[in-house]
């Protein structure tokens, strides 16, 4: 193996670095990117049950935005969830462009790795030639072994690109997949939640304008109690009265 890297020139070392990083990146999105990081499998319905059993709180939000990318959007939504329906989308929206950001990362400098990796190869190739025919102007075509090294290193720095490119592309292409869907998910998640914290706002004001207060109950008492009084003082007057005309 080492004699290869030789034989390929200087050319390889770029390439044998692109292929540690592609690699790297590969490992480390592919246990970042599982779904059961990314989208917790009941955290919406725990969050619904905090929401409807009015124990949500600070502490609470805190560690929902601390559990996962899903959990930061919905943390940013429950923040808001005293505004209006545009307001806490618009909030729902920009944390949601935040952690689509983070699932990003490193994707791009896999596909340049993915991207430039053949153009190395191809580089190695032209200076292989290159060495060829430096060796067939100088030494004549009697000597295979000067000939042999230019072609060799053309050869191998091609294969070399190529086998860098074409790994690279593929987990380019699948972990772009993988986001895509992650995304997918969690907008379905945000949007389920910014409906139910909704209806349940609305449930609420119904349920208060429906329901009299206390101060609402005291004076309708206190009207009662009035028209009452004033009945019972007429009754009382109009007997008074009916008495004095009998007397007279």
Not at 37 to 47: E, G, H, I, K
Not at 97 to 114: K, P
Not at 150 to 167: C, D, F, K, Q, R
Not at 216 to 237: E, R, V, Y
Request: proline share 4%; charged share 15%.
């Amino acid at each position: 193996m080492l004699e290869i890297v030789i034989a390929g020139g200087w050319v390889m070392f770029p390439i044998i670095l692109c292929s540690v990083v592609a690699v790297a990146i590969i490992l480390e999105r592919l246990w970042t990117l599982q779904p059961r990081r990314v989208v917790p499998r009941d955290l919406s319905r725990q969050v619904w049950d905090w929401v409807s059993s009015n124990q949500l709180n600070h502490q609470h939000i805190q560690e929902l935005r601390s559990n996962s990318p899903l959990g930061q959007i919905l943390s940013a939504g429950l923040a808001s969830r005293q505004q209006d329906r545009a307001t806490m989308k618009e909030v729902v929206e920009d944390a949601g462009r935040h952690v689509v950001h983070e699932l990003e990362r490193y994707l791009n400098t896999l596909g340049t790795i993915a991207a430039v990796s053949p153009l190395l190869g191809l580089l190695g190739t032209v200076t292989g030639m290159i060495k060829t025919f430096s060796a067939l102007t100088s030494g004549g075509p009697g000597d295979p072994a000067a000939l042999a090294g230019g072609i060799s290193e053309a050869l191998i720095t091609t294969e070399a690109g190529l086998m860098v490119a074409i790994p690279a592309l593929i987990g380019y292409r699948y972990l772009r997949g993988r986001v895509e869907g992650l995304v997918v998910q969690m907008e379905k998640e945000a949007i389920g939640l910014v409906e139910a914290l909704q209806r349940k706002q609305f449930m609420d004001t119904l349920g208060r304008s429906s329901n009299p207060t206390a101060a609402q109950i005291a004076a309708q008492n206190a009207a009662q109690n009035a028209a009452q009084n004033a009945a019972q003082n007429a009754a009382q007057n109009a007997a008074q009265n009916a008495a004095a005309g009998g007397g007279r």
